[in-house]
Structures are given as structure tokens and as C-alpha cells.
């Protein structure tokens, strides 16, 4: 069955510093999410991208965030300079042009 | 709007009972609901969806009752087993091209033996 995958797992890294997470959405999906989860808090919605272009960003997805789908394949969320509130688990997730979104195992970031 | 209120924050159920978790909403545009399930260290799994033309979905062991005059849904879990004993989030969205979930706050189920 075809799912989602992101790497790193875990990635810690300097307040100030910039990571890139990735992501291998399902291949024909169209629609692609990052998602974030505070340890023990709810799931927010950072941003979707759709025909290579952002469709909606939340409050949390600012200056500082961008995403990039570089080939055909990868989807990724950069963050340019880490906050230590940045720490949370980020989930990639999919769709085809259906309601389903499938999601990721997630990056766990560890800003210290 | 865009809330979704979900309880209990925690439950514990015994094995082969039912497992309620209550969600409501506020935005009238929302038009799917799903639950997922979580479990440590993984990413959410959709486990069972509901649109708001039907009052009830069944898919095995997992029931969606869903009110829409209230503006209410819950999961029902019959039979309850410890394997399910994980994180539900109720979620929403409207139905759009790219329309993001909107996610409630979680519930931790322990399926005690």
C-alpha cells in the first residue's frame, strides 16, 4: 500500500540555525500539507500547496517557513532561522483530488 | 469558527466496553468529518468519515453518530480491545481543492484487560 514517508525522523538541531524537512508524498496525490503537533497538544495546519503554489497558510506559517516541491517527487518545509517554540513533530500529509488526507510518520525537531 | 471542541481529554474503558469520544464544531461550512488515530510515535491514520447527509457510519467495530442540527459527532468504539488503546482526533474541513483539516484536541484511549 502506498503511504506517505518523511526523513529525517528526528532532527535537533540550533536555535538560529536552518533545517529542511522532507517528504515523499503518494505518487499521484495532488495535494500536499504540512501539518505540526506540540508534544501532547493537537494538530495544526501550517500550510497546503496545490499546482506549485501555496492555497492556504496558517497564522503559525510565517516569514520564516517555506515550502518547496524541487522534482517531481519531494515536498519539503524549510525553516530558515529556529525558534525553540519551533519544537513539535511536523507531519507531511496527501491527497488525490478526494476528502482522504494520508499522513506521514513525521519529523520529530528538537530546537535547542 | 474554526473550532473543533473535543472530550473527554482522557479515557479508560475496560476491555469489550465502549469507547464514547464527543466532538462539535462551530463552522457550518464544514462538510466532512473524520476520525483519526494515533498512536505513539506514528503519524494520524484516518479511521472512519462521515459527510453530514448521513446520521450514522458503521464500519466494524467503530460507529460515527452525527447531529447536525447540533452540530455534533461522536465516536463509538463497541467492543473495545487494548490494541485500540491510542490518541482520536476528530477533524473537519469544507470541501475545496485544498482544504485543510481543522483538528480537535485529542482524546488518549486506554483499553484496560
Known amino acids: 500500500e502506498p503511504e506517505v514517508t518523511q526523513t529525517p525522523s528526528h532532527q535537533v538541531t540550533q536555535m538560529g540555525q536552518e533545517v529542511i524537512l522532507r517528504c515523499v508524498p503518494i505518487?499521484?496525490?495532488?495535494?500536499f500539507y504540512w501539518y505540526r503537533q506540540i508534544l501532547g497538544q493537537k494538530v495544526e495546519f501550517l500550510v497546503s500547496?496545490?499546482?506549485?503554489?501555496?492555497?492556504?497558510k496558517s497564522e503559525i506559517f510565517d516569514d520564516q517557513f517555506s515550502v518547496e516541491r524541487p522534482d517531481g517527487s519531494n515536498f519539503t518545509l524549510k525553516i530558515r532561522s529556529t525558534k525553540l517554540e519551533d519544537s513539535a513533530m511536523y507531519f507531511c500529509?496527501?491527497?488525490?483530488?478526494?476528502?482522504?488526507?494520508?499522513f506521514g510518520p513525521g519529523t520529530r525537531l528538537t530546537v535547542l | 469558527q474554526q473550532q473543533v471542541k473535543q472530550s473527554p481529554q482522557s479515557l479508560i474503558v475496560q476491555k469489550g466496553g465502549i469507547s464514547i469520544i464527543n466532538c462539535a464544531y462551530e463552522?457550518?461550512?464544514?462538510?466532512?468529518f473524520p476520525w483519526y488515530q494515533q498512536f505513539p510515535g506514528k503519524g494520524p491514520a484516518l479511521l472512519i468519515a462521515?459527510?453530514?447527509?448521513?446520521s450514522e457510519k458503521k464500519e466494524g467495530r467503530f460507529t460515527i453518530s452525527f447531529n447536525k442540527s447540533a452540530k455534533q459527532f461522536s465516536l463509538h468504539i463497541m467492543d473495545s480491545q487494548p490494541g485500540d488503546s491510542a490518541t482520536y482526533f476528530c477533524?473537519?474541513?469544507?470541501?475545496?481543492?485544498?482544504?485543510?483539516?481543522?483538528f480537535g484536541t485529542g482524546t488518549r484511549l486506554q483499553v484496560t484487560l
Open positions: 500547496f496545490y499546482n506549485n503554489e501555496i492555497s492556504e
Open positions: 463552522n457550518t461550512a464544514f462538510d466532512y
Open positions: 505518487s499521484n496525490h495532488l495535494y
Open positions: 462521515i459527510r453530514p447527509d448521513v
Open positions: 500529509a496527501s491527497k488525490s483530488g478526494g476528502d482522504t488526507q494520508y
Open positions: 477533524a473537519a474541513h469544507y470541501t475545496g481543492t485544498a482544504s485543510k483539516l481543522t
